[in-house]
């Protein structure tokens, strides 16, 4: 499998940017919004960690349903370029907010620059609560490459840029998408603050980072999102999420639906997706919903088919059994 490594610099954080489209191409999100029979949960037997919530307060003053939607795959083949279908790009986004999604997550690196000209050209003048998610601190020098500039004149720059591609004056959340290893985090966030400050940008959050680092900027910024990898099979930021837990901090999974394949035939996902008739994507999703009550997924798609079954995963009630059976599978 053909691997581009995110940070090939930072090398803490190589990342499979490949298989996360691959994968993300079988899978949308939509979650109906004020819809009650959309909460995924059970009765009062679940275990404790089985969230219910169809909605999550984000920053304080954002209400989201926490199924969003990624918008890395309105692009061109590799992440680089214009889509080959550019209305299919925009029905799949106007379709999205249409099932109730208000979180839609982007960076400038997509693309790059792409991603935020197709979310404003189908959705502006966007709709009351529609929350737009955008990251800077990567540059894409070409396909397939990934580079960290974390500076703090870079990321005013990439910040100024956003805004003007996306037709706003301030930006909902916006996230550092790296650590650069040649600039501490610190200074990092501290220019996220100046902008913050001078009503560029509403909430900050962080994208790739450990407990030491989220520690780090919260020292700096006040912190109310981590964007980080982690799916069924791959936990690696399980300690992320607890942190994130605990000071009730969304979460933002991405690669949400890595554990989907490559499993053997007889393992609980597949045998819980046959159960309930549905795809083992789908069940990834609902499985991952229900793992905690911070989890905002947003895995992409570029086919409204795939958007709109994962409407039908938002309905998905898996049984306090299935999902302990699932929840039992390690990478």
């Known amino acids: 499998m053909i691997r581009d490594e995110l940070a090939a610099v930072n090398q803490k954080r190589s990342v499979t940017r490949r298989k996360f489209v691959g994968i993300t191409l079988a899978s949308g999100a939509a979650l109906l ?30 209400i989201v349903n926490r199924l969003g939607f990624g918008a890395m795959r309105v692009t061109g083949q590799g992440i680089w370029g214009w889509p080959t279908d550019r ?16 979180l839609i997550d982007t960076a400038d690196a997509y693309g790059p620059d792409t991603s935020e000209l197709i979310i404003a050209e189908a959705l502006y003048p966007y709709p009351k609560g529609l929350v737009i998610a955008t990251k800077g601190g990567l540059t894409r020098p070409g396909p397939g490459q990934w580079v960290p500039n974390c500076r703090p004149d870079h990321l005013k720059q990439a910040l100024d840029g956003s805004l003007k591609r996306l037709r706003l004056d301030r930006i909902d959340l916006y996230q550092l998408h790296t650590v650069d290893s ?26 790739n980072v450990d407990r030491t680092e989220i520690d780090r900027a919260r020292k700096i910024a006040s912190i109310v999102s981590v964007q980080n990898r982690y799916n069924i099979q791959d936990r690696a930021s399980e300690d992320v999420l607890a942190y994130c837990e605990k000071e009730k901090l969304g979460f933002l999974p991405w690669f949400p639906i890595g554990g989907g394949r490559g499993l053997k035939p007889e393992n609980p996902l597949n045998t819980a997706a046959k159960a309930h008739g549905v795809s083992v994507f789908q069940v990834a999703l609902a499985w991952l919903l229900q793992r905690s009550p911070v989890m905002l997924p947003i895995p992409g798609t570029s086919s409204v088919a795939h958007l709109e079954e994962n409407v039908a995963a938002a309905r998905l009630k ?13 990478g």
Do not use: C, Y
């Open 182 to 207: 040649k600039v501490p985090i610190e200074e990092s966030v501290g220019a996220l603050k100046q902008m913050q400050d001078a009503g560029k940008i509403r909430h900050i959050g962080l994208s």
């Open 87 to 102: 209305p299919n790009a925009l029905k799949v986004l106007r379709r999205a907010v249409e099932l109730g999604v208000n």
């Open 33 to 62: 919004a004020g819809k009650p029979d959309v909460i995924l949960g059970a009765d009062a037997a679940t275990p404790s960690n089985m969230a219910t919530n169809p909605t999550f307060n984000l920053g304080g003053d954002f």
């Open 318 to 330: 898996l049984a306090p059994e299935e999902w302990k059976a699932i929840d039992s599978i390690t």
